[in-house]
């Protein structure tokens, strides 16, 4: 599968591993696309699993609508959910990472009986993160989100008066990313469109509907995070066990950045490995 459809937009996928091997569908984040994923995925292929990994809405070239509505939460979880229909898997593993997590958690809450089990990296559940936010150090660690509400004015900020995004490589450096790493997100950022797109996800948060977030998730769930995350602080990752009913592993990667799949794959796809065999298709 290099492409899949839902409804009149075009998604482009990197599929990888044996075609008929359990099925892991990898999430990318903010400001990532899949390629993000090619550290993990080798390691996932070498024993036995099919990987898949798409440009989320927004990333791909055929996917990206104009309107901030075209990017609530509904709409990226029904394309996750067009990727496993396409693939032709009844469950799947469920891994994301940062915005990916969080449509991880959407699809977990609204279909738990087409995964087998989820991995969501760096971002919590939604309640205890949105708790977090006015009760402790995540409100300041999350201002970024506020800034992106703004029309415009972000992508001036990002791409700087030459549109080289040399912002953007600048932010991510500060995050801890590695440099060659933010070169290549900073790069994708510069296709037209695709930065006002990615963050019309930040936009569209308020036009959510954020009445199933408050459930408890039932899929075996765990839950990667690093100590240090300047993202994502201490209170909602902890907090996170709170909310999920089904088996739970809360796994906490110490003295790493946000950047989990970039910067430490072999430790994600180790514990990603081991939870899968716990918990196969």
Known sequence: MEQ??????????????????????????????????????????????????????????????????????????????????????????????????????????????????????????????????????????????????LPRLPERLLLGRDGSGIRITDALLRGGQAAVHAQRDTEAMLEPGMLTAALNWYRAMLLSDSGEIKHRVRVPTMYIWSDGDTAITAKPAHDTANYVAGPYRFETIRGASHWLPDEEPDTVAGLLLEWFAAHPL
Do not use: K
């Open 4 to 149: 899949f459809r839902r409804g009149g937009l075009v998604f482009d996928v990197i599929d990888d591993g044996p075609a008929d091997g359990p099925v892991v569908v990898l999430l990318h984040g903010f400001p990532q696309r899949n390629t993000s994923w090619e550290a993990v995925t080798a390691r996932l292929t070498a024993h036995g699993y099919r990987c898949l990994a798409p440009n989320q809405r927004g990333y791909s070239p055929g996917a990206r609508p104009l309107r901030r509505r075209d990017y609530r939460m509904s709409e990226l979880v029904d394309d996750v959910l067009a990727l496993i229909d396409d693939s032709g898997a009844d469950r799947v593993h469920l891994v994301g990472h940062d915005w990916g997590a969080a449509v991880g958690w959407g699809l977990a809450l609204r279909h738990p009986h087409r995964l087998a089990s989820f991995s969501p990296i760096s971002v919590p559940h939604p309640v205890p993160f949105l708790r977090a936010i006015p009760t402790s150090r995540q409100g300041l660690a999350s201002w970024y989100m506020y800034v992106a509400q």
